[in-house]
C-alpha cells in the first residue's frame, strides 16, 4: 500500500492496485466515526459502442448502465438492501454519464459492510424472468421523468446541445431502447465494464487503511477474474455546433424554467488541461452569475429569478458545457439580460473585486468539502475516472488568476455555441 501525501490539506490517502488490476484508495479521518465506501466501475450511459482489445466493436442499446445498476442489487437471497440494513449501513448507488457508483454509509460493522458491497457487486444474477420484470419498473419510471419540469428542462439543454454524442440521451434509455435489453447483452456489458481493472474501491472515514487493504486482498484473492484487454469507446464524430438553439418544452407548471448554456467546441483536452478548464470556468461563472455577484442581485430584486437560479460547468474528454438557469416568469427577459451582462464582460473583462472574492469563496467551499466523507469519495472517483486528482483542485483555485478567468470568459461565451431550454405551460 503506497501513501500519497498532501500537505497542503494535511490528508494522506494510501493506495494499492491489486493483481487482478482492482485499484483500492483508503483515507483514514481520524476522529470521524462515519465511514463512506464507494465501490465504482467507469462505466456510464455515454458507453453505448465499444470494444475490448482488438475484438469486434458491439453497439448495445441506450440506457443499459442504468439497467444493469437496478439489477445488481437482486440476489438469489433476495434484496441486498436489507443485508445492509441488517448491519447498520445505508447503501445506495447512482448511474452517470460516466460512472456508475455503489455506496454505503455506516458507523458499525465496518469490514462486514465493506464485504457486502464488494461482493454483491461482483455477483451478478440475471435470468429472463428478472430482466422482464425490470423493464416495466423502469419504464414506470422514464414516465415519471418525463413529467418531472427540472428533469425535462436540464435534459432538453443537453439535446438542444449536442447532435450525436450520447451525452443527450437520458441516462435511463428510452422506453423503446429498455425493451431491447435482455439478459445476455447485461452480461456482456458487466463483464467488460465490471471487470476489477475497469473498477475503483474508496473508502474514507474513521477506518484503519492496513485492515481495509488485508480485508480487499483477502476478498479478491479469492475470486478469479480473467485478464481483459483495454475498454475502447467510440463515438460518432460531434458537430461544433449546437443541434437546436431554441427549445421549448410544454408542460403544466406554475412557473416557466429556463435553463441556457454555452458548448465548447474543442474536446481531447488532456486531464490536466481539462482540470483547469473546469476549475477556470467554474470561477469566472461565480464571479458572473453566482448570488454574490451583481447580476444576481438585480435579476433577484427585479423578481426574474429566485434562489432556484444557478450555474453548474459539466467537463469530461468528449464534451463540455456550462449550464445556467431556474425558475422564471419571464424566460424570454432573463435571456436578454444574461446575454447583455455577458456582452459587457466580454468587453470590459471581469471585476478584480469580485473574482477576488469568488475565488476566496471557492477555496472555502473546497476546504469545506473535506471534512464530509460523502463528498470526498464523489468528488474523487469522479476525478479519479478522468484521470485527474482532486487534490489538485485547491492549488488550481489558489494559483488562477484574473488574467486566466478572462481569456477563458472570452473562450466560452460564443454566442455562434449557446442553446436554450425552456419548459413552460401550454397555451390555454
Same mark, same amino acid.
Given at each position: ?5 498532501y500537505?497542503?490539506?494535511? @490528508? ?51 440506457? $443499459?448502465a ?7 442489487? =437482486? !440476489? ?6 436489507a443485508?445492509f440494513?441488517?448491519? +447498520?449501513?445505508? %447503501? ?43 423493464? +416495466?419498473? $423502469? ?9 418531472? %419540469? ?21 441516462i435511463?434509455?428510452?422506453? @423503446? ?12 456489458? /458487466? ?15 474513521g ?30 464524430? &460531434? ?9 421549448v ?22 486531464? !490536466?488541461?481539462l482540470?483547469?478548464?473546469?476549475v477556470?470556468?467554474? *470561477? ?14 438585480? *435579476? ?18 468528449? /464534451? ?22 455577458? !456582452?459587457?464582460?466580454? =468587453?470590459s473583462?471581469?471585476? =478584480?473585486?469580485?473574482?477576488e ?9 473546497? *476546504? ?10 464523489g ?23 484574473? &488574467?486566466q ?16 431550454? $425552456?419548459? !413552460?405551460?401550454? @397555451?390555454?
Amino acid at each position: 500500500m503506497q501513501p500519497l501525501e498532501y500537505k497542503g490539506v494535511q @490528508e494522506t490517502l494510501y493506495r494499492e492496485v491489486l493483481d487482478n488490476g482492482l485499484e483500492v484508495i483508503v483515507l483514514p479521518k481520524e476522529g470521524f466515526h462515519k465511514t463512506y465506501a464507494t465501490f465504482s466501475t467507469k462505466y456510464g450511459s455515454v458507453d453505448n459502442w465499444f470494444a475490448v482489445g482488438d475484438g469486434e466493436a458491439v453497439k448495445v442499446p441506450d440506457g $443499459i448502465a442504468h439497467f444493469l445498476e437496478h439489477k445488481m442489487f =437482486e !440476489e438469489p437471497t433476495g434484496d441486498i438492501f436489507a443485508t445492509f440494513a441488517s448491519q +447498520g449501513a445505508s %447503501a445506495n448507488a447512482f448511474t452517470s454519464f460516466d460512472r456508475t457508483v455503489y455506496l454505503f454509509s455506516a458507523t458499525e460493522q465496518i469490514p462486514a459492510n465493506i464485504e457486502t458491497l464488494i461482493n454483491f457487486v461482483q455477483n451478478p444474477y440475471f435470468t429472463d424472468t428478472n430482466v422482464d420484470k425490470e423493464k +416495466g419498473i $423502469i419504464e414506470q419510471e422514464i414516465n415519471m421523468y418525463k413529467d418531472n %419540469a427540472d428533469w425535462r428542462v436540464y435534459f432538453g439543454l443537453i439535446d438542444a446541445l449536442y447532435h450525436t454524442h450520447p451525452v443527450h440521451i437520458d441516462i435511463a434509455g428510452t422506453v @423503446e431502447s429498455i425493451y431491447q435489453i435482455d439478459k445476455e447483452t447485461l452480461y456482456r456489458c /458487466y463483464e467488460t465494464f465490471y471487470h476489477p481493472s475497469n473498477m475503483l474501491l474508496f473508502v474514507v472515514g474513521g477506518v484503519d487503511a492496513k485492515e481495509v487493504f488485508e480485508l480487499v486482498r483477502r476478498n479478491q484473492a479469492a475470486k478469479n477474474f480473467k485478464p481483459q484487454g483495454e475498454i475502447r469507446r467510440l463515438f460518432e464524430e &460531434e458537430p461544433t455546433s449546437v443541434k437546436t438553439p431554441h427549445k421549448v418544452t410544454k408542460l403544466p407548471v406554475s412557473l416557466p424554467k429556463c435553463m441556457f448554456g454555452f458548448k465548447e467546441k474543442n474536446t481531447g483536452l488532456s486531464s !490536466e488541461e481539462l482540470l483547469r478548464q473546469e476549475v477556470t470556468s467554474k *470561477l469566472m461563472l461565480d464571479v458572473l452569475f453566482g448570488p454574490s455577484s451583481a447580476l444576481y442581485e438585480e *435579476l433577484y430584486e427585479s423578481q426574474l429569478i429566485s434562489d432556484s437560479f444557478g450555474t453548474e460547468y459539466n467537463a469530461n474528454p468528449g /464534451y463540455a458545457f456550462s449550464v445556467l438557469g431556474g425558475d422564471t416568469p419571464n424566460p424570454e427577459q432573463l435571456l436578454a439580460r444574461v446575454k447583455a451582462a455577458i !456582452e459587457q464582460a466580454l =468587453e470590459s473583462g471581469l471585476d =478584480e473585486t469580485a473574482f477576488e472574492r469568488s475565488k476566496r469563496k471557492k477555496i472555502g467551499g473546497y *476546504l469545506r468539502m473535506l471534512n464530509s466523507p460523502e463528498s470526498i469519495a464523489g468528488e474523487f472517483t469522479r476525478y479519479r475516472f478522468r484521470d485527474s486528482d482532486m487534490f489538485d483542485v485547491l492549488p488550481l483555485y489558489e494559483s488562477c488568476t484574473l &488574467e486566466q478567468a478572462n481569456a477563458r470568459l472570452l473562450e466560452h461565451f460564443d454566442f455562434n455555441q449557446l442553446a436554450v431550454s $425552456i419548459v !413552460e405551460k401550454p @397555451e390555454a
